[in-house]
């Protein structure tokens, strides 16, 4: 079972920037992508970002440009820089992982962190 923990969601002002962490439950980046989605109220789950474990990164378009993501292996943690954010950021957004096995994909999620960006 990976636990997954996020932190770092708030209000920000249009133009701002924040930081968003996930702890996972191990050293899961060998075999796990990890990435972030986010959901805004009456929209479905969407991929922000991820990395893979050889370490290729993965944006979606309205993203391109002003967020990255990166990763500590001695943390265990997962990092997404957002920067120049703009009121259609504004969603809850989940830490994922995602294994395939065997032709079995595994997902494992955190709980959701809010980040609203309003003046």
């Known amino acids: 079972q990976v636990q997954l923990v996020e932190s770092g969601g708030g209000l920000v002002q249009p133009g701002g920037s924040l930081r968003l962490s996930c702890v996972t439950s191990?050293?899961?980046?060998?075999?796990?992508?990890v990435g972030w989605y986010r959901q805004a109220p009456g929209k479905q789950r969407d991929l922000v970002a991820n990395?893979?474990?050889?370490?290729?990164?993965n944006f979606a378009d309205s993203v391109k440009g002003r967020f990255t993501i990166s990763r500590d292996n001695a943390k265990n943690a997962v990092y997404l820089q957002m920067n120049s954010l703009k009121p259609e950021d504004t969603a809850v957004y989940y830490c994922?992982?995602?294994?395939?096995?065997?032709?079995?994909?595994?997902?494992?999620w955190g709980q959701g962190t809010q980040v609203t960006v309003s003046s």
């Open positions: 191990g050293n899961i980046f060998n075999s796990y992508v």
């Open positions: 994922n992982a995602r294994r395939y096995r065997l032709g079995i994909r595994s997902d494992y």
């Open positions: 990395i893979t474990p050889g370490g290729s990164t």
